[in-house]
């Protein structure tokens, strides 16, 4: 057997007294892509929040392996460092902070030298062509008065350039016109393709994206616990018939 990309083990959370996941089991390979999919305040982003180290939550059971290491005490800069990438469903701005900096610093931290300048806006350059982002949006400040496609965009550069070995968006897609899905989907997919051992969990609530992106798994997180997981045909029948019988099996379950 080899060893898993990323694995949460009976994973149980929780922040400021509220209990958020109760025991989440998700195992992600190489390569592979999963969705987490479900209603609104089940646990996703806590569970993307919670893989990338942040210290809001505390771990009250259970542990997070990635590549066969126990992270779940590692701080999250650490993380990143290692190729753990999360993207924010609610990124923060950092007025003072240019776009160009922003990456100087995360490229540099990843690759653990330090890039000029130069190397920085140069390898930007490149990646923004390919996703028809304009040049003028590296001297920009990070996320601050973004639309909602430009902070999108922008996740998809960040990713294309730090060669993650695990990718975690958060709702990439939600917000986006048909135009900009479009360039995040082939943004995405590209990077698959350029990327074939780098595994992702991809949170969302509809299945348009997940027609680009093909993801290798879908999972149903209801009320901190994963409760149902599939292929595709779950992604598509979620999007017909929507959360409720998966609601409704959660009730009756003990
Ligand atoms: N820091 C926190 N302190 C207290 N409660 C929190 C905290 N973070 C999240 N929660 C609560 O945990 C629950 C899950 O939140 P989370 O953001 O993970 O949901 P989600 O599945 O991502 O929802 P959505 O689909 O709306 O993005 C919610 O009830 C939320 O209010
Ligand atoms: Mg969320």
Not at 91 to 118: C, T, W, Y
Not at 219 to 243: K, M, N, P, Y
């Amino acid at each position: 057997m080899t060893t898993p990309l990323c694995e949460t083990r009976d994973l149980w959370v929780s922040a400021n007294g509220k209990e958020i996941l109760r025991g989440v089991d998700l195992i992600v390979d190489k390569g592979e892509w999963h969705a987490l999919m479900g209603p609104n305040g089940a646990g996703k982003s806590t569970l993307a929040k919670v893989l990338m180290g942040d210290p809001t939550y505390t771990v009250t059971r259970g542990k997070v392996f990635f590549e066969g290491e126990d992270i779940t005490r590692l701080p999250s800069n650490d993380r990143a460092r290692r190729g753990m990438f999360l993207s924010f469903q609610h990124p923060e701005q950092i007025p003072g902070v240019k776009v160009v900096n922003f990456m100087q610093i995360a490229m540099s931290h990843r690759q653990n030298i330090d890039l000029s300048m130069f190397e920085v806006r140069l390898a930007l350059m490149e990646k923004m062509r390919e996703l028809n982002i304009d040049n003028s949006f590296m001297d920009r400040h990070l996320n601050v008065g973004f639309s909602g496609g430009e902070r999108k965009r922008h996740e998809i550069l960040q990713m294309s350039l730090l060669s993650p070995h695990l990718v975690i968006l958060d709702e990439t897609d939600s917000g986006l016109d048909v135009d900009a899905l479009r360039v995040v989907s082939d943004g995405i997919t590209a990077f698959q393709k350029d990327s074939p051992q780098t595994g992702g969990i991809i949170i969302t609530h509809y299945k348009r994206i997940l027609q680009h992106i093909r993801p290798t798994h879908v999972h149903v997180l209801v009320e901190g616990r994963i409760i149902a997981s599939g292929g595709f045909e779950l992604a598509a029948q979620i999007d017909t018939h929507g959360f409720e019988r998966y609601l409704a099996s959660e009730r009756v379950s003990p």
